[in-house]
């Protein structure tokens, strides 16, 4: 279904054509989808700040209206470091509760022990993970 637009009234006006990256803006003030896809990729970045805990930022396309509430799933997501040539496996992943803005939001990757203060990064491996941050309603 297209060029359909709803009216208040008995009359109607000219439609209004707006551009797609107009709508994806408007539409990612919303919702923002990240999902795992080509293996291999560092998707976001972060920063260990304990000896199991991987503190990744993502930078939120477009400023949302409201920060925003987050979910994941691990899928088949891995932790990269720049210590450790091997990936980390992921045992569990959410969102930092109350870090997360309006321009960007805050989740929490644990894993094996690695040393506190080194870069860290979440790799695809081609599965069915996800992040989703919502600031609908």
């Given at each position: ?16 054509f707006r551009?797609e ?19 291999g990729v560092?998707v976001v970045?972060?920063m ?6 991987c503190?990744?930022?993502v ?10 509430t987050a ?11 720049g ?23 805050i989740?929490?990757a644990?894993?094996?022990?690695v040393?506190?203060?080194t ?5 695809n ?7 989703r941050?919502n600031s609908?309603?």
């Amino acid at each position: 279904l297209a060029n359909v637009q709803l009216e208040v009234g008995t009359r109607a006006s000219a439609f209004q054509f707006r551009p797609e990256a107009l709508e994806r803006y408007l539409a990612q003030r919303y919702f923002v989808a990240i999902d795992e896809t080509v293996s291999g990729v560092d998707v976001v970045q972060g920063m260990f700040n304990s000896t199991t805990n991987c503190r990744l930022m993502v930078p939120l396309p477009n400023r949302m209206r409201i920060a925003p509430t987050a979910t994941a799933s691990i899928g088949a997501w891995v932790i990269s470091s720049g210590t450790t040539p091997a990936y980390l496996t992921i045992s569990a992943l959410a969102s930092a509760l109350g870090t997360s803005n309006v321009e960007r939001a805050i989740f929490n990757a644990t894993v094996a022990t690695v040393m506190p203060a080194t870069p860290c990064a979440l790799t695809n491996q081609n599965g069915a993970g996800f992040l989703r941050l919502n600031s609908e309603l």
